[in-house]
């Protein structure tokens, strides 16, 4: 009697399953198709879901568009100070949590579990009107000063939590080897940490990459992909938009692959 | 017993130079944090609170008010909470235990279900506007199949019912996932022998979820709720894209008498606003699936 009840359990797992992943990819898929179709089809009612031909026109006729490797660039470069400044700073700090038990260790991460009810929102107008007073706005250090701002936190509960995850044995032995307490975690702890190091680099690209609200209103001519998008929102053609959608969305695609299982592990942890 | 003093003063030296070293680790994160979060924070009160010859006054909050579309947004902020955390939440829990469950093809499914993650809500936005739009896919498969006889307008900027689906829908492609991570997360925790001995015990699919995973489920409830409504009130870009003017919400708000008003006060009204929505949701939260300690799993 089980066994069916069982097997139909099964079944129905597998069909909600491919539903969730249908839902998930069928946006994915037809921004994909648009930004790889003609101008005609693209236009064209009603649509082609399967696409006759692929071509590079729509994605072209972007790229060419007015300002957008510009803001690729920009967007790239935000994103790469934001990822070496989070990671030059927050990592000690991820490092002093998961190593040494200190008085301001609990406030410590009580505070950056906290920031992350604060919207970065609330920050962004401030810097925007101290940005103007001391020259930094429309600049993409501003943008990066305030990524740097909303991704830190994470990065440091994240950082600690993979460090906390490699025996501190192993450091102790180097020590007892030879080794002072910075070669030891240059030479032992560092390199098993990279995994979970890259991880959050990617995963602070990701965040960086996709933050519109305050590059928009931090940034007016030097516009980041996004704010670029946003900005020209109600202003630019269908095929613009598709294109840049694409844009925006395509890193997913790749970043979630290597990050995947950390993600679950980590992240669904440090999370709370 | 020299010889041991004499080995013993470097150790206890050396044991002091150390208790200082997380301190100095962290210095740099609590600088920069102190002055690129703390302190924005501080000026955005005294932004929404203080005129531009520094006298305290409420005329930001006032002109806030007055808009017309302060009503409006908040309105449709508090619709598309209402319209889309109960469903993402049910459709988070079932993805997480779908992940859980050990299908085969599990990776594949993991990778898919965690896309939405990295995708920003102004890609979802574009993309979910391509489906929607008058020419769009979804009027292509609707006619295809013979349900419709023309093209739907869901992007009906009159209907405020059909704005708050079309972004509900949108959002809920988008933000599932990120309840999903956390609640898998403490799926894991849960020993397989409760669930098992439930099973034993002749416990159907959905008793098991209600008795066993639920009530153990609860803090990973509770942290994922509150995160979720908290990044709800900041809903932006996504409305945007798919309403153009259609539709207004806080954030939008925020961003419009910034960047065209020029009134970073009013701006600042409004992100306080948020602020204050998302600290009072996070407080209702933790008090309604509040745990008691006695009966915490860790």
């Not at chain 2, 020299?2 to 002091?16: H, M, S």
């Not at chain 2, 799926?187 to 639920?214: K, N, S, T």
């Amino acid at each position: 009697m089980a066994l069916p009840r069982i097997r139909i359990g099964r079944v129905l797992a597998y069909v909600a399953a491919l539903a969730v992943s249908a839902f998930i990819l069928a946006p994915i898929y037809l921004i994909t198709i648009a930004a790889f179709s003609s101008f005609d089809a693209v236009y064209e009612y009603p649509k082609n879901l399967v696409p006759r031909e692929a071509t590079t026109e729509t994605m072209r006729v972007f790229l060419d568009s007015d300002g957008v490797t510009d803001s690729l660039r920009r967007s790239a470069y935000v994103a790469a100070i934001t990822i070496i400044v989070c990671l030059a700073i927050g990592t000690p700090a991820g490092y002093a949590l998961a190593r040494f038990s200190f008085r301001a260790a609990n406030p410590f991460q009580l505070a950056l579990v906290s920031t992350r009810a604060f919207p970065l929102i609330i920050i962004a107008i401030p810097l925007a009107v101290t940005y103007l007073r001391v020259g930094l706005d429309d600049t993409v250090y501003g943008v990066a000063l305030a990524h740097i701002a909303f991704t830190l936190p994470l990065t440091v509960l994240v950082t600690a939590s993979v460090f906390a995850g490699i025996s501190y044995e192993l450091e102790e032995a180097a020590m007892t080897l030879g080794c002072n307490r910075l070669s030891a975690f240059r030479r032992v702890a560092l390199p098993l940490a990279l995994p979970g190091v890259a991880a959050s680099a990617i995963f602070i690209f990701v965040t960086s990459w996709n933050e519109v609200f305050a590059a928009a209103i931090l940034t007016f001519r030097n516009r980041t992909l996004p704010a670029q998008l946003l900005a020209a929102l109600d202003t630019s053609p269908l095929t613009y938009r598709l294109a840049g959608g694409f844009f925006l969305l395509a890193p997913a695609l790749v970043v979630i692959f290597f990050i995947r299982k950390y993600l679950l592990t980590t992240w669904g942890r440090v999370a709370r | 017993m020299t010889t041991i003093a004499q080995e013993t003063a470097p150790l206890t030296r050396r044991k002091r130079r150390w208790e200082g070293l997380p301190y100095w680790l962290i210095l740099p994160t609590v600088v920069y944090l102190g002055l690129f979060f703390v302190w924005p924070m501080i000026q955005g009160f005294g932004l929404a609170l203080r005129d531009e010859s520094g006298h305290w006054t409420t005329s930001a909050f006032q002109t806030m008010v007055d808009d017309a579309a302060f009503g409006d947004a908040m309105s449709f902020t508090f619709l598309l909470i209402l319209v889309i955390v109960p469903i993402q939440f049910v459709l988070a829990l079932g993805m997480a235990l779908l992940l859980n469950a050990k299908l085969r093809g599990a990776g594949i499914f993991l990778y898919i279900f965690l896309l939405p993650l990295a995708i920003s809500d102004l890609a979802a936005g574009i993309a979910w506007s391509a489906i929607f739009t008058e020419r769009g896919y979804l009027n292509t498969v609707l006619e295809g199949v013979g349900v419709l006889e023309q093209p739907f307008i869901f992007l009906d900027p009159t209907s405020k019912t059909q704005l708050v689906m079309v972004v509900a829908a949108a959002e809920i492609w988008r933000s599932t996932t990120f309840m999903m991570v956390i609640l898998f997360a403490g799926l894991q925790g849960i020993p397989r022998d409760y669930v098992e001995a439930a099973e034993v015990f002749g416990a159907g699919f959905f008793q098991r979820v209600r008795h066993v995973i639920f009530p153990m489920l609860k803090p990973s409830i509770q942290v994922a709720l509150l995160l979720r409504l908290i990044f709800a009130f900041e809903v932006f870009a996504v409305v945007i894209a798919l309403t153009g003017s259609g539709a207004t919400v806080l954030a939008a708000e925020a961003y419009k008498w910034q960047a065209t008003n020029e009134n970073e006060h009013v701006a600042a009204a409004y992100s306080m606003v948020i602020l204050g929505l998302s600290l009072a949701a996070a407080a209702v939260v933790l008090v309604v699936l509040r745990t008691p300690r006695e009966r915490r799993l860790r």
